[in-house]
Protein backbone atom coordinates (compact mmCIF):
# COMPACT_ATOMS: atom_id res chain seq x y z
CA UNK A 1 0.00 0.00 0.00
CA UNK A 2 1.02 3.75 -0.97
CA UNK A 3 0.05 6.81 0.28
CA UNK A 4 0.78 10.29 -0.56
CA UNK A 5 -0.29 13.49 0.69
CA UNK A 6 -1.26 17.17 -0.89
CA UNK A 7 -2.22 20.52 1.02
CA UNK A 8 -5.71 19.67 1.50
CA UNK A 9 -6.35 15.82 0.60
CA UNK A 10 -4.47 12.76 2.42
CA UNK A 11 -4.74 9.56 -0.10
CA UNK A 12 -3.71 5.83 0.17
CA UNK A 13 -3.91 3.32 -3.17
CA UNK A 14 -3.23 -0.23 -3.04
CA UNK A 15 -2.21 -2.83 -6.03
CA UNK A 16 -5.35 -4.01 -7.72
CA UNK A 17 -5.40 -7.98 -6.95
CA UNK A 18 -4.81 -10.47 -9.87
CA UNK A 19 -8.00 -11.33 -10.35
CA UNK A 20 -9.74 -8.67 -10.62
CA UNK A 21 -7.24 -6.63 -12.90
CA UNK A 22 -9.64 -7.15 -15.93
CA UNK A 23 -12.56 -5.05 -14.15
CA UNK A 24 -10.46 -2.64 -11.50
CA UNK A 25 -8.64 0.35 -12.77
CA UNK A 26 -7.47 1.72 -9.40
CA UNK A 27 -8.54 1.71 -5.72
CA UNK A 28 -8.01 4.98 -3.60
CA UNK A 29 -8.64 6.14 -0.35
CA UNK A 30 -8.82 9.59 0.46
CA UNK A 31 -9.65 12.02 3.18
CA UNK A 32 -9.74 15.58 3.47
CA UNK A 33 -7.94 17.96 5.95
CA UNK A 34 -9.87 20.30 5.82
CA UNK A 35 -13.47 21.24 4.13
CA UNK A 36 -13.85 19.78 1.05
CA UNK A 37 -14.36 21.86 -2.01
CA UNK A 38 -17.75 23.42 -2.83
CA UNK A 39 -17.46 21.97 -6.47
CA UNK A 40 -15.39 18.94 -7.83
CA UNK A 41 -15.72 18.19 -11.63
CA UNK A 42 -15.75 14.32 -12.08
CA UNK A 43 -14.72 14.16 -15.50
CA UNK A 44 -15.67 11.60 -18.15
CA UNK A 45 -13.27 8.55 -18.64
CA UNK A 46 -13.09 5.14 -20.11
CA UNK A 47 -14.21 4.18 -16.44
CA UNK A 48 -17.15 3.86 -14.54
CA UNK A 49 -16.67 4.54 -10.71
CA UNK A 50 -17.31 3.03 -7.50
CA UNK A 51 -17.22 5.31 -4.36
CA UNK A 52 -18.01 4.39 -0.65
CA UNK A 53 -18.21 7.41 1.91
CA UNK A 54 -16.55 6.54 5.30
CA UNK A 55 -18.60 9.34 7.23
CA UNK A 56 -21.51 11.62 5.63
CA UNK A 57 -23.29 10.93 2.04
CA UNK A 58 -21.53 12.35 -1.08
CA UNK A 59 -23.28 15.34 -2.97
CA UNK A 60 -23.38 14.90 -6.74
CA UNK A 61 -25.46 16.66 -9.54
CA UNK A 62 -25.43 17.20 -13.37
CA UNK A 63 -25.11 20.50 -14.15
CA UNK A 64 -28.92 22.01 -14.07
CA UNK A 65 -30.09 19.57 -11.67
CA UNK A 66 -30.63 18.92 -7.75
CA UNK A 67 -28.27 17.81 -5.56
CA UNK A 68 -28.58 13.92 -4.95
CA UNK A 69 -26.38 12.54 -1.63
CA UNK A 70 -25.51 8.86 -1.08
CA UNK A 71 -23.67 7.24 1.01
CA UNK A 72 -22.36 4.89 -2.01
CA UNK A 73 -22.76 4.73 -5.57
CA UNK A 74 -22.32 3.92 -8.97
CA UNK A 75 -21.57 6.20 -11.97
CA UNK A 76 -21.62 4.96 -15.99
CA UNK A 77 -19.88 6.11 -18.78
CA UNK A 78 -20.55 9.60 -19.34
CA UNK A 79 -19.85 12.51 -21.59
CA UNK A 80 -20.03 15.41 -19.52
CA UNK A 81 -18.77 16.90 -15.94
CA UNK A 82 -20.90 15.83 -12.96
CA UNK A 83 -20.87 18.11 -9.98
CA UNK A 84 -19.42 17.11 -6.88
CA UNK A 85 -20.13 19.21 -3.53
CA UNK A 86 -22.40 20.91 -0.93
CA UNK A 87 -21.35 17.80 0.92
CA UNK A 88 -19.53 17.79 4.43
CA UNK A 89 -17.93 14.09 3.31
CA UNK A 90 -14.82 14.36 3.62
CA UNK A 91 -13.59 10.84 3.47
CA UNK A 92 -13.88 7.47 0.87
CA UNK A 93 -13.16 4.80 -1.21
CA UNK A 94 -13.14 5.27 -4.78
CA UNK A 95 -12.41 2.53 -7.56
CA UNK A 96 -12.15 3.02 -11.44
CA UNK A 97 -14.09 0.08 -13.07
CA UNK A 98 -14.16 -1.11 -16.58
CA UNK A 99 -16.93 -1.44 -18.51
CA UNK A 100 -16.41 -5.47 -18.86
CA UNK A 101 -17.23 -4.99 -14.63
CA UNK A 102 -20.43 -3.73 -14.53
CA UNK A 103 -21.65 -7.07 -15.91
CA UNK A 104 -19.64 -9.28 -13.84
CA UNK A 105 -19.76 -7.26 -10.68
CA UNK A 106 -23.29 -6.05 -11.04
CA UNK A 107 -24.91 -8.43 -13.25
CA UNK A 108 -25.85 -5.67 -15.83
CA UNK A 109 -24.61 -4.28 -19.17
CA UNK A 110 -22.24 -0.54 -18.74
CA UNK A 111 -25.08 0.64 -21.09
CA UNK A 112 -28.02 0.45 -18.13
CA UNK A 113 -25.37 2.91 -15.98
CA UNK A 114 -24.36 5.33 -18.71
CA UNK A 115 -25.10 9.05 -18.05
CA UNK A 116 -26.33 8.56 -14.38
CA UNK A 117 -25.54 7.89 -10.80
CA UNK A 118 -27.11 5.56 -8.98
CA UNK A 119 -27.06 4.67 -5.27
CA UNK A 120 -24.83 1.40 -5.02
CA UNK A 121 -27.46 -0.15 -3.08
CA UNK A 122 -30.09 0.16 -5.59
CA UNK A 123 -27.71 -2.01 -8.14
CA UNK A 124 -26.82 -4.92 -5.32
CA UNK A 125 -29.38 -3.72 -2.45
CA UNK A 126 -27.67 -5.81 0.72
CA UNK A 127 -24.22 -6.16 -0.17
CA UNK A 128 -23.98 -2.93 -0.72
CA UNK A 129 -24.80 -1.50 2.37
CA UNK A 130 -22.89 -4.36 3.93
CA UNK A 131 -19.67 -3.03 1.79
CA UNK A 132 -20.23 0.54 3.76
CA UNK A 133 -20.67 -0.49 7.03
CA UNK A 134 -17.68 -2.17 7.12
CA UNK A 135 -15.55 -0.12 5.59
CA UNK A 136 -16.94 2.89 8.05
CA UNK A 137 -16.02 0.53 10.96
CA UNK A 138 -12.28 0.01 10.17
CA UNK A 139 -9.65 2.34 11.40
CA UNK A 140 -6.87 1.90 8.66
CA UNK A 141 -7.04 2.18 4.78
CA UNK A 142 -4.72 -1.31 4.87
CA UNK A 143 -7.79 -3.35 6.81
CA UNK A 144 -11.00 -1.08 4.31
CA UNK A 145 -8.62 -2.37 1.68
CA UNK A 146 -8.79 -5.92 3.05
CA UNK A 147 -12.52 -5.52 3.34
CA UNK A 148 -12.86 -3.99 -0.06
CA UNK A 149 -10.84 -6.88 -1.93
CA UNK A 150 -12.62 -9.51 -0.26
CA UNK A 151 -15.77 -8.67 -0.91
CA UNK A 152 -14.92 -7.87 -4.78
CA UNK A 153 -13.43 -11.12 -4.92
CA UNK A 154 -16.43 -12.95 -3.73
CA UNK A 155 -18.65 -10.51 -5.60
CA UNK A 156 -17.01 -11.55 -8.98
CA UNK A 157 -17.15 -15.75 -7.33
CA UNK A 158 -21.09 -15.69 -6.85
CA UNK A 159 -21.66 -14.58 -10.97
CA UNK A 160 -22.05 -16.16 -13.80
CA UNK A 161 -22.77 -13.00 -16.13
CA UNK A 162 -23.90 -13.15 -19.94
CA UNK A 163 -20.91 -11.97 -22.16
CA UNK A 164 -20.63 -8.63 -23.95
CA UNK A 165 -20.40 -9.74 -27.96
CA UNK A 166 -16.57 -10.41 -28.52
CA UNK A 167 -16.65 -7.39 -31.07
CA UNK A 168 -18.13 -4.98 -28.92
CA UNK A 169 -15.07 -5.66 -26.18
CA UNK A 170 -12.42 -5.48 -29.06
CA UNK A 171 -13.95 -2.23 -30.32
CA UNK A 172 -13.89 -0.60 -26.88
CA UNK A 173 -10.29 -2.27 -26.45
CA UNK A 174 -9.46 -0.57 -29.73
CA UNK A 175 -11.01 2.70 -29.10
CA UNK A 176 -9.08 2.82 -26.02
CA UNK A 177 -6.16 1.93 -26.90
CA UNK A 178 -5.86 4.83 -29.81
CA UNK A 179 -7.21 7.43 -27.32
CA UNK A 180 -10.27 8.03 -29.96
CA UNK A 181 -8.38 8.27 -32.69
CA UNK A 182 -9.53 5.62 -34.93
CA UNK A 183 -12.66 6.54 -37.12
CA UNK A 184 -15.99 5.12 -36.31
CA UNK A 185 -15.76 3.36 -40.52
CA UNK A 186 -12.64 2.37 -40.29
CA UNK A 187 -13.43 0.57 -36.72
CA UNK A 188 -16.57 -0.84 -38.18
CA UNK A 189 -14.53 -2.31 -41.00
CA UNK A 190 -12.00 -3.80 -38.70
CA UNK A 191 -15.08 -5.33 -36.58
CA UNK A 192 -16.72 -6.45 -40.10
CA UNK A 193 -20.02 -4.83 -39.41
CA UNK A 194 -21.64 -1.74 -40.85
CA UNK A 195 -20.88 1.37 -39.22
CA UNK A 196 -24.94 1.48 -38.58
CA UNK A 197 -24.54 -2.03 -36.92
CA UNK A 198 -21.69 -1.24 -34.71
CA UNK A 199 -23.02 1.90 -33.73
CA UNK A 200 -26.35 0.34 -32.85
CA UNK A 201 -24.59 -2.33 -30.90
CA UNK A 202 -22.07 -0.79 -29.40
CA UNK A 203 -24.07 2.25 -27.60
CA UNK A 204 -26.35 -0.28 -26.58
CA UNK A 205 -23.66 -2.17 -24.77
CA UNK A 206 -21.61 0.81 -23.38
CA UNK A 207 -24.36 3.91 -23.29
CA UNK A 208 -22.40 6.23 -25.29
CA UNK A 209 -22.01 6.06 -29.22
CA UNK A 210 -18.64 5.35 -31.02
CA UNK A 211 -17.80 8.33 -31.97
CA UNK A 212 -18.82 10.37 -28.66
CA UNK A 213 -17.01 7.50 -26.61
CA UNK A 214 -13.91 8.87 -29.13
CA UNK A 215 -14.30 12.28 -28.00
CA UNK A 216 -14.26 11.56 -24.42
CA UNK A 217 -11.12 9.24 -24.36
CA UNK A 218 -9.27 12.19 -27.01
CA UNK A 219 -10.10 14.46 -23.72
CA UNK A 220 -9.09 11.71 -21.11
CA UNK A 221 -5.69 11.80 -22.69
CA UNK A 222 -5.47 15.82 -22.55
CA UNK A 223 -6.54 16.10 -18.75
CA UNK A 224 -4.54 13.29 -17.88
CA UNK A 225 -1.65 14.74 -19.70
CA UNK A 226 -1.84 18.20 -18.06
CA UNK A 227 -2.15 16.36 -14.56
CA UNK A 228 1.33 15.58 -15.35
CA UNK A 229 2.64 17.89 -17.18
CA UNK A 230 0.41 21.43 -15.99
CA UNK A 231 3.39 23.72 -17.70
CA UNK A 232 2.43 22.26 -21.49
CA UNK A 233 1.40 24.83 -24.18
CA UNK A 234 -2.23 24.00 -24.94
CA UNK A 235 -1.52 24.80 -28.81
CA UNK A 236 1.15 22.05 -28.86
CA UNK A 237 -1.12 19.76 -27.17
CA UNK A 238 -3.90 19.98 -29.54
CA UNK A 239 -2.11 19.15 -32.22
CA UNK A 240 -0.29 16.21 -30.61
CA UNK A 241 -4.05 14.96 -29.35
CA UNK A 242 -5.61 15.56 -32.56
CA UNK A 243 -7.30 18.77 -32.50
CA UNK A 244 -7.92 20.83 -35.34
CA UNK A 245 -5.90 23.97 -32.92
CA UNK A 246 -6.39 25.55 -29.83
CA UNK A 247 -9.75 26.98 -30.01
CA UNK A 248 -10.76 23.29 -30.98
CA UNK A 249 -10.00 21.92 -28.02
CA UNK A 250 -11.11 24.64 -25.53
CA UNK A 251 -14.71 24.18 -26.90
CA UNK A 252 -14.49 20.07 -26.62
CA UNK A 253 -13.47 21.58 -23.14
CA UNK A 254 -16.32 23.69 -22.11
CA UNK A 255 -18.61 21.15 -23.64
CA UNK A 256 -17.35 18.48 -21.79
CA UNK A 257 -15.89 19.88 -18.45
CA UNK A 258 -18.24 22.87 -18.65
CA UNK A 259 -15.11 25.50 -18.52
CA UNK A 260 -11.54 26.62 -20.06
CA UNK A 261 -8.74 24.47 -20.10
CA UNK A 262 -7.21 26.67 -17.80
CA UNK A 263 -10.11 27.31 -15.44
CA UNK A 264 -10.07 23.70 -14.47
CA UNK A 265 -6.21 23.69 -14.18
CA UNK A 266 -6.61 26.76 -12.07
CA UNK A 267 -9.36 25.04 -9.64
CA UNK A 268 -8.79 21.43 -10.21
CA UNK A 269 -5.49 20.61 -10.67
CA UNK A 270 -3.58 21.83 -7.62
CA UNK A 271 -5.84 19.00 -5.14
CA UNK A 272 -5.15 16.22 -7.86
CA UNK A 273 -2.24 13.91 -7.65
CA UNK A 274 -0.33 12.76 -10.97
CA UNK A 275 -2.03 9.38 -11.02
CA UNK A 276 -3.82 9.37 -14.78
CA UNK A 277 -5.76 5.89 -13.90
CA UNK A 278 -8.48 7.16 -11.92
CA UNK A 279 -11.69 7.68 -13.04
CA UNK A 280 -12.26 11.16 -10.62
CA UNK A 281 -15.91 11.25 -9.43
CA UNK A 282 -14.00 13.04 -6.14
CA UNK A 283 -10.68 14.70 -6.52
CA UNK A 284 -8.15 11.76 -6.45
CA UNK A 285 -7.08 12.06 -9.68
CA UNK A 286 -8.48 10.69 -13.56
CA UNK A 287 -8.05 10.04 -16.28
CA UNK A 288 -12.42 9.77 -15.09
CA UNK A 289 -15.21 8.70 -14.70
CA UNK A 290 -16.51 10.42 -13.19
Not at 49 to 75: F, H, I, M, N, R
Request: contains cysteine.
Amino acid sequence: MTGSAHATTSYATRPVHPALRPYVGDVIGYAYNADPPDLHRGLPSRYLTLVVTLDDPLGVAWPGSPVEKYDALVGGLHSTAVQIGQTPSRAGVQLSLAPAAARVLFGLPPGELASAVVGLDDVLGRPARELTEHLRAEASWSTRFDVLEDMLLRWLGARRPSAARPELDWAWQRLCASSGAIGVQELATEVGWSRRHLTDRFTSEFGLPPKVASRVLRFERVTSYLRGHPRTRLSELSAAAGYADQSHLTREFRAIAGCSPRQWMTEELPSLPGNPQVAAIVPASSAGSH
